[in-house]
Structures are given as structure tokens and as C-alpha cells.
């Protein structure tokens, strides 16, 4: 079993930044690969950003220039460093493992 929690989401202007941290707990030695994705309002959930135990890194074309995903200073997390947000990034943003394990989910809404 593998717990998350997600942190850092929040209301920002056009242009602005956030940064999402993901702690994880439990047998997170077993994980091979942490994912961020989101789900904006009637829209299907799309994967943003991942990163292995070996640390191959993917991010989404929609997102890449803009968004960093990387291992945190705290052991066992992941962060997920957005920049030059749109409004099109409106959406609930997952940490999970492996596609098995999700937390909850932290809102992030880009607006004027």
C-alpha cells in the first residue's frame, strides 16, 4: 500500500507560477514510476508529467517548457514546478504511483 498527498494548488493570475509537492508513504520502494496527472471540468483525466525510480523523466507536449516535474528535497516526494500558467491548466491535479495508488487530488485555478 502506497499513501499520497498532494499540497501546493491554489488560485493564480495568467502567467504566474505553482509549485505541487506529492509526499508519499508506505511501500514506496515498490513504485516505479510517480505520475501527475489532471482533470479539468468534463474533461477525461491526462497524464502531465511523470518520472521513474530511475529518474526518466516525461512531461506532457501541452506542458513542456512550462512545467518541471522532480524529486523533492524531503524524501519520498515528487514536485511538480508550473510556470506560465493558462487558464486551459484549470484542473485537479493527481499524484499517483504507478497508476495503482492516487491521492486526493489539489485544485489548481488559473484566472484573472
Known amino acids: 500500500q502506497v499513501y499520497l498527498e498532494e499540497s501546493g494548488g491554489g488560485l493564480v493570475q495568467p502567467g504566474g507560477s505553482l509549485r505541487l509537492s506529492c509526499a508519499a508513504s508506505g511501500d514506496v520502494f515498490r513504485v516505479l514510476r510517480m505520475n501527475w496527472h489532471r482533470q479539468a471540468p468534463g474533461e477525461q483525466r491526462e497524464l502531465v508529467a511523470s518520472i521513474t525510480s530511475g529518474n526518466d523523466i516525461y512531461v506532457a507536449d501541452a506542458v513542456k517548457g512550462r512545467f518541471t516535474i522532480g524529486r523533492g528535497d524531503a524524501e519520498n516526494t515528487v514536485y511538480l514546478q508550473m510556470d506560465s500558467l493558462k487558464p486551459e491548466d484549470t484542473a485537479v491535479y493527481y499524484c499517483?504511483?504507478?497508476?495503482?495508488?492516487w491521492g486526493q487530488g489539489t485544485q489548481v485555478t488559473v484566472s484573472s
Open positions: 499517483n504511483a504507478d497508476r495503482r495508488y
